[in-house]
């Protein structure tokens, strides 16, 4: 049994993996997160008191990250402003939190000498061309187009020069596409799904030929517990579920399955370098350490993530006219 520190353990892919956690193992977990605009203390609601203990705080504040770290045995971050979006609309907060709030955790990890385990994105690797036969694997050059994922980049090269000199005992994941519950309205899958619920037409941006690496946000818990039990030390791993498809077909598929017609939905404004396709060679985490995701079917994983956000509107009605608004003012 160990105590967990979970940076961002109340945006999407964190609060998955504390239930994860609390679910799979007999770890107790300590969550550190902000509560942003992306944060919502309600997807920790149910998680048994004794087990998990919430503290409000930003990961850039060094005195309250060091007391933290004296009292867990490991941490795996993810605390980071992740949507592309609002990158490109004021790059600051990027900066803050994904650079210098990573290098806050680092200075710690080394001081505490901590187990750490880093949280990034297959997007550091830029983007492909659709009739690529290749995919990303862990010795792809860093190419990265957005703020955002310039400094998720930044932030892994930190953890790289932090474990090579000095010594910090540091793993790193790279994932593709998340999806399922908790995840916020800004982004696709649920925009798309919580529109047709409020009676709004879907929004494709451009011709909506972008391919995604889709992976449920539990096979992506799965995979960081395995790197974090059996991971070596200094090495960085790939995850994803062989899971592309492009954004056209999905919001189609969205529609098709909230028993709309599958063309019910409307182009809009492209994004500003818009990365084309992403897609994740994972055969050094199966090989090496034996993970397999669950999440096989899109098509069934995609139903049950409809039906979590019909049955949990109070949980994201409060944020949905103001992500609204603010695409409304760029043309999305
Ligand atoms: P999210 O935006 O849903 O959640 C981020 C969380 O971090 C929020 O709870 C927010 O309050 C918290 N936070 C932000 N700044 C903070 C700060 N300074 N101090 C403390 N807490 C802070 O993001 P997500 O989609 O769950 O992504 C989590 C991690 O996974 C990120 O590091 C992201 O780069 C990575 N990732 C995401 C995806 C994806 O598909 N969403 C894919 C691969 C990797
Ligand atoms: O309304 C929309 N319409 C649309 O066509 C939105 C919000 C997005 N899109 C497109 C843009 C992308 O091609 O859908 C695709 C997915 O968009 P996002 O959900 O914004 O995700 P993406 O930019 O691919 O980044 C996500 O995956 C990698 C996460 O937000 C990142 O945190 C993660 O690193």
Redo the contacts with the bound molecule.
């Keep these: 049994m160990a105590r967990i520190l979970v940076?961002?353990g109340?945006?999407?892919?964190?609060s998955n993996f504390v239930h994860h956690l609390v679910d799979t193992t007999d770890h107790d977990v300590v969550v550190?997160?902000?509560?942003?605009y992306?944060?919502?203390r309600a997807s920790l609601d149910g998680l048994p008191a004794g087990r998990v203990e919430f503290v409000r705080?930003?990961?850039?504040d060094a005195g309250l990250v060091d007391e933290l770290f004296g009292r867990v045995d490991s941490v795996v971050h993810?605390?980071?402003?992740?949507?592309n979006d609002n990158s490109l609309h004021d790059p600051r907060p990027f900066l803050?939190?994904n650079i210098i709030?990573t290098y806050t955790l680092l200075e710690a990890a080394r001081r505490h000498d901590r187990r750490f385990h880093h949280?990034?994105?297959?997007e550091v690797y830029g983007d492909l061309e659709l009739d690529d036969p290749a995919r990303f694997t862990e010795t792809t050059p860093y190419n990265p187009s957005s703020p955002y994922s310039s400094t998720?980049a930044g932030s892994d090269l930190l953890v790289r020069a932090w474990v090579r000199s000095f010594g910090v005992r540091a793993t790193i994941s790279n994932?593709?596409?998340?999806y399922g519950p908790y995840?916020?309205v800004e982004?696709f899958i649920p925009r798309q799904i919580t529109n047709v619920l409020r009676g709004i037409r879907p929004k494709l941006y451009g011709a909506g030929e972008n391919v995604r690496d889709w992976i449920h946000a539990d096979d992506h818990s799965s995979a960081v517990l395995t790197i974090l039990d059996r991971g070596t030390i200094g090495e960085t791993y790939l995850i994803g579920a062989d899971g592309e498809e492009n954004n056209k077909d999905v919001v189609e598929l969205i529609l098709e399955l909230m028993g709309l017609p599958r063309d019910a939905y409307d182009h809009v404004t492209d994004r500003a370098g818009h990365d084309l396709r992403y897609a994740i060679d994972s055969t050094k985490l199966r090989t090496e350490l034996g993970w397999l995701p669950r999440y096989g079917d899109f098509r069934a994983g995609l139903e049950s993530t409809i039906a979590w956000y019909r049955d949990n509107e109070s949980w994201w009605a409060p944020s949905k006219d103001a992500t609204e608004a603010f695409y409304a003012t760029k043309g999305q």
């Excluded at 550190?32 to 942003?36: G, R």
């Design positions: 940076t961002g109340a945006g999407f892919i964190g550190l997160d902000k509560l942003t992306a944060g919502n705080g930003d990961i850039a993810y605390a980071a402003e992740s949507h803050d939190t709030g949280i990034s994105t297959d998720k994932c593709s596409n998340n995840q916020h982004k």
